[in-house]
């Protein structure tokens, strides 16, 4: 792989800081996958997928669509992932800045060997609308339960309150308006202090939307958004207090999301990085009003065994089994890149990471030029 150069700023761009997305099954073979895109000194973006097998792990990464040199900014972009057409597989959905101010929506579309198509555009907001880059976060669940995924939006405005929006996909997997549902009073939330996922929480075939916030004095809460038939949101709802006495540290968590257990409810998974430079995997399940349980610890990486700036996570069921598990990429000390997988069992905690894809040094990848989903 050519190798990639720092410019400007250097910053990766991030979803949404904290937050592990759900990959997706690129192939259509009942088993998730990895995706990465890579960025090259030249500034064209090249889309690759490693394709999880019975076992859970991955295989070699393989290229497919590369965006030409200089067409696409690497931070003016955000990525999604979700099988947008209804054709079984998942494809990649992203959001583009562009210079003049207005916001466009695309989609590359997956093939059969789990490559994809070239992005193609099928929404423009324009510069009048006058939407802020820092003020949306993006993500994508089917919310109306029609078998297609959708793309969803958090917008944050000026006197602070936080609209939930919600752009349905059609059959050619285009991406329609987007319109808002349930919006939070100015000031109640603080727009740095919640992370959002998305799932079927409550098992009813529409994905909601979840979300950790951390409370002014120190307490952690678990709210879900419901999603309604057609794909708007309620109000959230609190279910879980995690309390002050825990001590939990913000900056010390990573929530993902996933149907760890298998019992047809997405839950809400976490990673947590402690002061000794454990990681310790939890699992927060479900109940059927889409609520969340206590989180439960599981598999515990060793202190000072990995580096919790070195890794990248991804969620899927890698093995095809019913169950959603953790996959990592890491960046080891001696410049090479593998990917790992800890299979989720059938009460939703997690395994080990085991190890199964080695990217040698001599690939030259370049950790800040990757985007793992």
Request: no cysteine.
């Amino acid at each position: 792989m050519e190798q990639w150069l720092n410019q400007g700023s250097g910053t990766i761009p991030v979803e949404e800081p904290g937050v592990v997305q759900r990959s997706g099954d690129f192939n259509g073979d009942g088993r998730d996958d990895a995706v990465m895109l890579y960025r090259y000194r030249d500034s064209s973006i090249e889309l690759f997928t490693s394709l999880g097998d019975v076992n859970g792990g991955f295989g070699a990464f393989t290229g497919s669509y590369k965006i030409p040199a200089n067409s696409w900014k690497w931070n003016s972009f955000r990525t999604i992932v979700g099988d947008y057409n209804g054709d079984g597989r998942d494809d990649l959905g992203a959001m583009y800045a562009q210079a003049n101010g207005s916001i466009t929506m695309h989609t590359a579309l997956a093939n059969a060997q789990g490559g994809f198509s070239a992005f193609t555009s099928s929404l423009t907001v324009p510069a009048s609308a006058s939407w802020k880059w820092d003020s949306i976060r993006l993500t994508s669940g089917d919310f109306n339960g029609d078998g297609r995924d959708d793309a969803a939006m958090l917008y944050h405005y000026s006197d602070k309150s936080i609209e939930l929006f919600t752009s349905l996909s059609n059959p050619s997997g285009e991406f329609g308006a987007f319109t808002g549902s349930y919006k939070t009073p100015a000031n109640s939330w603080k727009w740095n202090s919640f992370r959002t996922i998305v799932g079927d929480f409550n098992g009813d075939g529409r994905d909601d939307l979840g979300a950790m916030y951390a409370q002014a004095n120190g307490s952690i809460t678990m709210h879900t958004a419901l999603a309604n038939a057609s794909g708007g949101f309620g109000a959230y709802t609190g279910s879980l207090t995690v309390p002050v006495s825990a001590a939990w540290q913000w900056d010390s968590i990573r929530l993902t999301t996933g149907d760890f257990n298998g019992d047809g409810r997405d839950d809400a998974g976490m990673l947590y990085h402690y002061s000794d430079k454990s990681i310790e995997l939890f699992t927060s399940l479900s109940n059927p009003s889409g609520g969340f349980g206590a989180f439960t610890g599981s598999y515990k990486t060793p202190a000072n065994s990995w580096k919790w700036g070195s890794f990248r996570s991804t969620t899927g069921d890698f093995n095809g089994d019913g169950r959603d598990d953790l996959g990592a990429m890491y960046a080891q000390a001696n410049g090479s890149i593998t990917m790992h997988t800890a299979l989720a069992n059938a009460s939703g905690g997690f395994g080990a990471y085991t190890n199964s894809l080695i990217v040698p040094t001599s690939a030259a990848w370049q950790w800040d030029a990757i985007r793992l989903l």
